[in-house]
């Protein structure tokens, strides 16, 4: 099996493509644009438009934005890549995967930015399940053909954005994005694409064992994102309130202990994690934004692939098995409420 080279040199102007014009999507390519890099945005529709018409725009902590992009379209028209972030939801990994092949080559490095468990998790992950696929994300496997693997480079992204109107996004964090390669240690390639992303003003921090730190961010994403849709609670409520403390108790300690099967190594305690969600304030989850606005949500890969972890050591994860389910459901009964005639109010 090949390895990630030991050396690594990008071209003299290298070609980063952003894939998904999203608000992380957008956010990361405004910034790097504006920072002279060579930048490409894959969009369509009122995006598209919009970015062609305009420009990209981001508000953030570091005040207001406005870059144009080397070239907007679809895929067939870019040239081909040689950073490419893939900024989607989850679910709609596999189409975009498929859509940006004509942008990868052998010297490609990919970096999906989606949250959950990532499909390349067994990838030289060194345990008994190594070359193995995730189900819940993967289940033929397909992605890790369309995505060569041993090009991938992990990413745990900790921003936050939203865009209230087309190619214009609004950040109030600050812009972190933790990349790692899958067989863990510090490459060449690693410190190289971080050393590109920093150049924008993104802190980019090079992770020596990736799924340490991916684990943590599951932890906080099971035990908030689902149970926020099934009460409507922010994210302050939710580590604050006892009624829905117990719940948050319960999948924690399940999450916590399929983490430690697999060897990760986290660096809070679970009252220390209880704490930090709290001070978040009353911070409406990206879960639960979309399950308002009717669109798919992302439990496949925050929940069932976390359930499916644990499983695989025969844990039992009754609690974060039964609150996915609440919110499937919850999720359900509220599209099909939508779209009943019944609701429709007489004129």
Known sequence: MSTPSDSWAWPNEPHIVVAGA??????????????GQRVSLLARGATLAAIQAQGLRL???????????????????????????????????????????PLITPRTLVVPCVNGVPFWYFHRSGDRFEGETVRA???????????????????????????????????????????GEPGGGITPRLQAACALVATAGIEARPLERIRD??????????????????????LQAIYTEPALLATVRQVMHEAMLASSCYGARLEIDPIEFLRLGAAMGPVRTSMLQDH?????????????AVVELGERYALPMAATRALVEQARRRHARGTAEERSPSLAIPA
């Open 292 to 304: 308002e606005r009717g669109r798919p949500l992302e439990l496949a890969a925050i929940g069932d």
């Open 22 to 35: 999203g608000a992380i999507g957008c956010s990361l390519a405004t910034r790097l644009a504006a920072a």
């Open 213 to 234: 730190k991916l684990w943590t961010k599951l932890i906080a994403n099971i035990t908030s994102n689902p149970l926020s849709v099934v009460t409507g609670a922010t």
């Open 137 to 179: 994300v993967d289940p033929a496997g397909r992605l890790g053909t369309l995505l060569p693997l041993e090009q991938v480079l992990g990413a745990i992204v900790f921003i936050t954005a939203e865009t209230p109107a087309p190619a214009h996004a609004v950040s109030r964090t600050p812009h972190l994005l933790m990349l």
């Open 59 to 101: 508000d953030d902590l570091d005040g207001a934005w406005q870059a144009r992009v080397h070239a907007a379209s679809d895929a067939q028209a870019l040239e081909a890549a040689d950073l490419l972030f893939l900024c989607c939801k989850s679910q709609d990994l596999p189409a975009l995967a498929a859509q940006v092949q």
